[in-house]
């Protein structure tokens, strides 16, 4: 049984930095590809970041240039670094990743389109406030 447990959030001032982890277990092959998602209050879920299997790695407009996700294999853990974080930030932030199902796009960390992955976090709280 895969789980991913997020860790991290917190409360940080505008212009402030913050580091996600997402600690993967319970699987025995890697994942196609894994990914950063948030949903602030009243909003849809949106993809934030992917980190594909081939390494390749995908950002929304929005966080170009301030958030990086990377992937540490041999500590089967994901994370995402913000940094000039804004209040438009404020969402609950949750891993996800695809095992099952070969997906191109996935490999090559190119989709946040959350039907395409399979595996969920509870999500952890960010939230960015003077």
């Known amino acids: 049984q895969v789980q991913l447990v997020e860790s991290g959030g917190g409360s940080v001032q505008p212009g402030g930095s913050l580091r996600l982890s997402c600690a993967a277990s319970?699987?025995?092959?890697?994942?196609?590809?894994m990914g950063w998602f948030r949903q602030a209050p009243g909003k849809e879920r949106e993809g934030v970041a992917v980190?594909?299997?081939?390494?390749?790695?995908y950002y929304v407009d929005s966080v170009k240039g301030r958030f990086t996700i990377t992937q540490d294999n041999a500590k089967n853990t994901l994370y995402l670094q913000m940094t000039s974080l804004k209040p438009e930030d404020t969402a609950t932030y949750y891993c996800?990743?695809?095992?099952?199902?070969?997906?191109?796009?996935?490999?090559?960390?190119?989709?946040?389109?959350?039907?395409?992955?399979?595996?969920w976090g509870q999500g952890t709280l960010v939230t960015v406030s003077s």
């Open positions: 319970g699987y025995t092959r890697s994942s196609w590809c």
């Open positions: 996800a990743a695809r095992f099952g199902g070969q997906s191109y796009a996935c490999y090559v960390g190119r989709t946040v389109d959350s039907k395409d992955f399979d595996r």
């Open positions: 980190i594909g299997r081939s390494g390749g790695t």
